[in-house]
Each structure stands twice: as C-alpha cells, then as structure tokens.
C-alpha cells in the first residue's frame, strides 16, 4: 500500500521539497494549463474548467507542513433543470475551522475545531475537538479501473487522512 499517489497518477501537482520552505513560510501562486483544466473537466464529467487556480501558503511544521489558502476558478456544466451550457464559480478556502450541529431530542450538540469559539447555552453541549479530524468531513476521492485497479485518498489535512494506490494483483 502506497501512502502517496506516484505522480503520474495526479493531474495537477506542484511539489514543494519540505526543506525548501524558509522558516518564515512560502506563498505561491499557481494555475492549472488548459490541458490539466481539460483532463480534470473529463475526470469530474463537466463541460469545461475555464479557469483554475490557487494560492497557499505554507509553513513548516516540525517535519511537515501546514497548507492553506484558496481555490478559485470556473466550471463550466449543463443546468440540471434547461440543460443549458452555464457556468458557476469555485471559491473554496483549503484549511478552516468546521462544526457540526447535532439535535436530539430537543438538545443541541455542537463539536467543532480548533478555531472556532462557540458558547455553550441552554439545551446545548458544546464539545470541542482538539485537532482537526475526518468527523467534520474533508475532500475524499476514490476511483475504480480495471487496469489500475482501486485508488483512494482522503484529506491528508485532517486525521486519519491517507491515500492507497493499488493495482490488482
């Protein structure tokens, strides 16, 4: 089992050697080419990806890193309801805080992140979480191929998120 997808596997990748980063952090800027627009519209059964970029800002953390930043661009799809071409924007942050509110029987319980400070009130809990954790949900992905067999990544930036890479045997 692979912890990380080989980098045939990724369409849009711009690798950061961890000891290329200065202690003061690095921001860079990045745009998909319209090749990598193209393959990732194909992959994500859209019309067209017009437009794809992002920006992070990384920082190092003892031998990792912390990513975060924004993904912004254009998808370009067909309306559900006319079928007509339209177009709808991506404006995505990569790392903030998340909460979950749950009801039960007429009391509220709110979990969150580190992050967000949330007051406790009547008829709630308030039950923080001390890290950041696939409970609060993250980007999942999985993909199926005969030839390549099953490959699946979760949210490296949450707990418990890895990536498997495996072809049939």
């Known amino acids: 089992m692979n912890k990380t997808a080989s980098p045939a596997s990724v369409l849009w990748s711009v690798p950061v050697a961890v000891e290329d980063i200065p202690d003061s952090g690095l921001h860079i800027e990045i745009e998909a080419p319209a090749a990598t627009r193209a ?3 194909k992959l994500a059964a859209v019309r067209e990806l ?3 970029a992002a920006v992070f800002d990384l920082t190092r953390q ?3 890193v912390h ?3 924004q993904v912004s661009g254009r998808v370009g799809h067909n309306c559900v309801v ?3 071409p339209i177009e709808s924007p991506v404006d995505e942050a ?3 805080p998340r ?5 039960f029987r007429d009391q509220f319980t709110i979990s969150h992140e580190p992050g967000i400070t949330i007051e406790s009130r009547e ?3 308030v039950r923080p979480f001390a890290e950041k954790t696939m409970y609060f949900g993250g980007v999942q992905v999985a993909r199926w191929a005969p030839d390549t067999g099953l490959a699946a990544a979760a949210d490296s930036r949450r707990g418990g998120g890895v990536a498997f890479d495996g072809a049939p045997s």
């Not at 909460?99 to 009801?103: A, G, P, S, T, Y």
């Open 67 to 69: 990513v975060a930043g």
């Open 94 to 96: 990569v790392d903030h």
């Open 123 to 125: 008829r709630s809990e």
């Open 99 to 103: 909460l979950h509110v749950e009801i």
């Open 62 to 64: 003892g031998e990792g």
């Open 39 to 41: 393959a990732l519209a």
């Open 50 to 52: 017009p437009e794809l």
């Open 82 to 84: 006319t079928l007509e």
